[in-house]
């Protein structure tokens, strides 16, 4: 069993951990939510669908989640570009039958109209702007913030206990 200082130093490590894992969480979700936004001004250009699949992947406890992955050829400016990216905001989609709507929409041979980065053009997605069924990392990395915030709580609740905080404190 662990000692009481033991603990509360536990409980501080794990909060940071924590509050580590949700930043860089919220940091790749700000970063693929600014990016589909930026390209809401990007130049267009129409693209060549050559491959649509759907990926099923197994969550831990047991859930399946279905991801349509996609394959297009477009030309800029004379220049041959492939892309893949649906959005940076789209990852694994609810319902079977979601992933079908979406495959059916981005069927092989089809034309669609993509978005690239003028100053980068193999950078593209054919689905620029925010989508709201890709929050699903800020709102991950909202809870892992509460999760570490409260364990941080409880470490200082516990040294707070003690008076350890506030001899740390006048003793600083």
């Known amino acids: 069993m662990m000692s009481n200082n033991s603990s509360v130093v536990f409980l501080f490590v794990l909060a940071t951990a924590v509050l580590s894992l949700g930043v860089v969480i919220g940091a790749r979700a700000m970063r693929a939510a600014a990016v589909a936004r930026q390209a809401t001004n990007w130049p267009t250009a129409a693209a060549r669908i050559e491959h649509t699949a759907i990926r099923e992947r197994i969550g831990s406890k047991?859930?399946?989640?279905?991801?349509?992955?996609?394959?297009?050829?477009?030309?800029?400016?004379?220049?041959?570009?492939?892309?893949?990216?649906?959005?940076?905001?789209?990852?694994?989609?609810?319902?079977?039958?979601?992933?079908?709507?979406?495959?059916?929409?981005?069927?092989?041979?089809?034309?669609?109209?993509?978005?690239?980065?003028?100053?980068?053009?193999?950078?593209?997605?054919i689905l620029p702007g925010f989508l709201k069924e890709g929050a699903d990392g800020l709102v991950a990395c909202g809870f892992i913030l509460l999760?570490?915030?409260?364990?941080?709580?409880?470490?200082?609740?516990?040294?707070?206990?003690?008076?350890?905080?506030?001899?740390?404190?006048?003793?600083?």
């Open 147 to 172: 999760a570490g915030l409260y364990l941080g709580a409880m470490a200082t609740i516990g040294m707070f206990s003690r008076g350890e905080l506030i001899s740390k404190i006048v003793h600083f």
């Open 62 to 125: 047991g859930r399946r989640y279905y991801q349509v992955v996609v394959a297009y050829t477009y030309k800029v400016a004379g220049t041959d570009y492939r892309g893949s990216v649906i959005s940076p905001m789209y990852g694994n989609s609810g319902p079977r039958q979601n992933a079908e709507n979406l495959e059916t929409e981005l069927r092989s041979g089809s034309t669609v109209q993509i978005s690239y980065d003028p100053a980068i053009p193999n950078h593209s997605m």
